[in-house]
């Protein structure tokens, strides 16, 4: 944490140094956004799944995607798993799901001695990533152990007490529960997205996809390790310069009628310092405002929060998260970032094929939407260098 007693000023200026902490925070936000950019890649319209699973992953929140069914929810959250690596449990949950198909058997030499304890190895409270289908159709005894395991990260039942390494759960639900009894449980998950179907402009895309084997995705352990040192730099992430812009936005989706309870409005922090040290970045600005959108409980609540919130997210963007903080926040800024980003990608793609006429047309998209989107003189100096780029790969040669 920044020392406050510093002038303000001076810490803006000490922020701004390079130092070996942040290029560690760089290279580890880096290391984190090429896996989540490898995980989505060949989905369609899904990137934002991917990386907003890492962004709670990294603020230590749990993450709802709802939406209908054969919309990719499993295949984003596993793509993102497998590249992150860890131990990874994921289950559909139904109505006669059984809590030991969860959390364990009975240990039954420790029953025969009088013991009632659990083998949880390969189960979820020994897992890093976990991903529960119809989360909502567990019963209430399933329900009950795992609003433990969410809160507190620790396993009881039995005799059995284990610290859980869960750095994200993943629920999903083709749509919300309507069982006020399940509110209190749904209200554990801070981080809502919602998919729809592929939009009719992009069923091409999804065709051509489809078509395409899968790509052999391999988890890479040691990014375990930048996901821990990311964690512990937003636990210190620095949120004085925007809390007082922090509690206006909250006062707004109030006022506007976005059910926000103060637990909620506090743990949106975690979201924020999350967003800000996935920038590379050890202090939060108003570039990170974006992820409030994701703590309003509803689609219809999320439009409005964007909408509500439109002044203070105008320049929000995120590096490392280039879909989400676009789609979440609507800038300009995060178009730039995101058009960059996929503009280096398909260059660096380039680069390693033979000439054709796919790839090429690749290129040639992205730089129609560029140009769509920016004219001239409001380029970004990075687009308008990855724009130039662009252009000169795809000249006639």
């Not at 995060?334 to 000439?355: I, Q, V």
């Amino acid at each position: 944490m920044t020392d406050t007693s510093t002038p303000p000023d001076a810490r803006s200026a000490a922020l701004r140094q390079d130092t070996p902490g942040q290029d560690t925070l760089r290279q580890d936000s880096e290391l984190i956004a090429a896996a989540v950019g490898a995980a989505g890649r060949g989905m369609i319209d899904r990137e934002t799944v991917a990386e907003v699973v890492a962004l709670c992953a990294v603020a230590g929140e749990h993450l709802l995607v709802v939406g209908p069914p054969g919309t990719a929810k499993s295949q984003a959250v596993r793509r993102v798993a497998g590249q992150l690596g860890g131990r990874y449990f994921e289950y559909l949950l139904g109505r006669f799901t059984e809590p030991n198909e969860l959390f364990g058997p009975v240990d039954l030499r420790g029953l025969r001695e009088g013991r009632v304890e659990f083998e949880t190895a390969g189960m979820l409270p020994e897992a890093e990533i976990a991903f529960l289908d119809e989360v909502f159709l567990g019963s209430t005894a399933v329900l009950n152990t795992l609003l433990g395991l969410l809160n507190e990260r620790v396993f009881r039942r039995g005799g059995t007490v284990l610290a859980s390494p869960l750095r994200v759960c993943v629920g999903a639900a083709n749509h919300l529960p309507e069982d006020p009894a399940l509110a209190a449980f749904a209200d554990r998950f801070l981080a809502r997205v919602f998919v729809e179907p592929v939009a009719d402009a992009r069923l091409e895309d999804l065709l051509e996809a489809g078509r395409r084997p899968a790509a052999a995705l391999t988890g890479n352990g040691d990014l375990l390790g930048a996901l821990d040192r990311l964690t512990a730099a937003a636990r210190d992430c620095d949120l004085d310069g925007v809390t007082p812009l922090l509690a206006t936005a909250l006062r707004r989706l109030r006022a506007a009628g976005v059910p926000v309870g103060d637990r909620r409005a506090v743990r949106s922090q975690r979201l924020v310092a999350a967003a800000a040290v996935l920038d590379g970045r050890d202090a939060a600005t108003a570039r990170d405002l974006w992820v409030l959108p994701l703590i309003a409980p509803t689609a219809d609540t999320q439009a409005l929060a964007r909408d509500t919130l439109a002044d203070l997210i105008e320049k929000a963007a995120n590096t490392s998260l280039t879909h989400a903080a676009e789609e979440l926040s609507r800038s300009t800024a995060a178009r730039a970032e995101r058009l960059a980003r996929t503009g280096a990608a398909l260059l660096a793609e380039h680069r390693g094929l033979p000439e054709g006429r796919d790839s090429r047309l690749r290129l040639e998209a992205a730089l129609r939407e560029i140009d769509a989107g920016f004219v001239p003189a409001d380029l970004p100096a990075a687009l308008a260098g990855i724009r130039a780029e662009l252009v000169a790969a795809v000249a006639p040669s």
